[in-house]
């Protein structure tokens, strides 16, 4: 079975680190990107499994990013998962109404992103 890509867009260095020591790298190529612009610039030439994406960036927020990402008729079905700090009811909504395929607030449990983004892809 090839390896599922996943990009991770996280600017936050120990974030991402924890990201991706919590997926299993055997089953997972991990992609990062710390910016929003450099998210779109990778989705140009690469195509994901799934996205996992924050909403507080330092350029372009998550949601917008989730919006372009939904506008490309290439992207528009692939998986976005949002783990932020944003934990709203209305950042939640805004989230589903986006296509969003799941929301993990922070701090999040590790084993509990693995087993969804494990559950995605089964």
């Known amino acids: 079975m090839a390896q599922k890509r996943i990009l991770v867009v996280e600017d936050e260095p120990d974030i991402a680190l924890l990201i991706t020591r919590s997926l299993d790298i055997k089953k997972y190529q991990i992609i990062q990107a710390t910016t929003g612009a450099q998210s779109l610039q990778i989705l140009e030439t690469l195509q994901p499994d799934l996205i996992l994406l924050d909403i507080m960036m330092p350029d372009i ?62």
């Open 61 to 122: 927020n998550g949601f917008e990013i989730c919006r372009r990402i939904k506008a490309q008729p290439q992207l528009k079905d692939i998986p976005v998962v949002f783990l932020t700090v944003r934990n709203s009811e209305k950042d939640i909504e805004l989230g589903r109404e986006m296509g969003a395929a799941a929301y993990f607030t922070k701090p999040f449990d590790p084993f509990v992103l693995r087993a969804e983004i494990e559950k995605m892809f089964e």
